[in-house]
């Protein structure tokens, strides 16, 4: 997957997820490219939605990619990702509406602000979210799969993400940490900027509840792919470790970027997992 016209998109998947690297020798050696062509798809979509600052830009972007995932069935698409895609049987077999929901669920959240609590944080990342794991599991095994599970997984893992952006995001309408976090530990958005006993106490509290969260979705019944076990158990553990951690931030950062015989070992129980549901 080093090389060819989709190599960029790739190499931008695995930056904001490098265990996935770990991953790839573990999936269908004759079907890696198409299933790793949906994963940086749906990094391109979430990318679009969250890392576009200008709302009319954001929605130029994702209107672009509605257009473009509409009239794949009839054209094979247009962007490299998509004629990969529509190269494979796999894509004609997901319903049209599928490809098309995780764009417009973005669009609708252009505009959405901070979540009132943990729970509204929840169900508003759960649309896009979501949508793009009943995408991913419709292609992984079939429209009749249940997508509970990985939906669950999609949503927290994207809020523990969001959360290692804290500083950054600390300006923007939509915070990492919903409106009664940041109420009662007293932070402001000027604090979220900088280490500060506040901060890390809200930050604790917030991978508290995404950890019990987590491990109440990992154990639900349903498949998984392999990218999205590993996505599952990985944050899982990172939510967990930095939960305890004397410096919350620094521990999840840390645990993000960390590869080793522990990925090793999730990556094969997830490939596991995985084809046991095919």
């Known amino acids: 997957m080093s ?34 062509a949906l994963a940086a798809l749906e990094q391109e979509m979430i990318a679009s939605a969250y890392g576009i600052r200008e709302p009319q830009v954001a929605a130029a972007k994702l209107n672009w990619w509605a257009e473009e995932l509409s009239g794949a069935p009839a054209s094979g698409g247009r ?25 417009l669920a973005a669009m609708g959240q252009i505009d959405q602000g901070t979540a009132s ?11 896009m979210h979501g949508a793009l794991a009943e995408l991913e599991t419709a292609w992984w095994y079939g429209s009749d799969a ?34 009664s976090r940041l109420a009662r530990h007293g932070l402001s ?8 006993p506040e901060r890390r106490e809200a930050m604790r509290a917030q ?12 154990a639900l019944d349903g498949p998984l792919s392999v990218f999205r076990g590993l996505e599952g158990r990985t944050a899982l553990t990172i939510a967990c470790g930095a939960a305890r951690a004397a410096e919350p931030m620094g521990a ?4 993000q970027s960390r590869t080793g015989p522990a990925t090793a070992f999730r990556a094969w129980r997830a490939a596991r997992d995985s084809r046991r549901r095919e």
């Open 3 to 36: 090389e060819g016209p989709i190599s960029s998109y790739v190499d931008k998947w695995l930056a904001v997820q490098p265990q996935q690297r770990i991953a790839l020798p573990f999936v269908d050696a004759s079907e890696r490219d198409v299933h790793v």
């Open 79 to 103: 962007h490299p990702l998509t004629k990969l895609l529509w190269s494979s049987d796999r894509a004609r077999r997901v319903p049209a509406e599928r490809w098309v929901a995780p764009v």
């Open 117 to 127: 609590d943990f729970a509204a944080q929840i169900a508003a990342a759960r649309g």
């Open 146 to 179: 249940s997508a509970e599970k990985a939906a669950r997984v999609a949503t927290l893992s994207h809020l523990l993400f969001s959360l290692s952006r804290l500083e950054l995001d600390a300006d923007h309408e939509r915070l990492p940490l919903p409106m």
């Open 189 to 196: 958005r000027q604090q979220m900027k900088s280490d500060t």
């Open 207 to 218: 991978l508290a509840d995404i950890a019990a969260a987590l491990r109440e979705a990992m």
């Open 252 to 255: 999840l950062h840390r645990g």
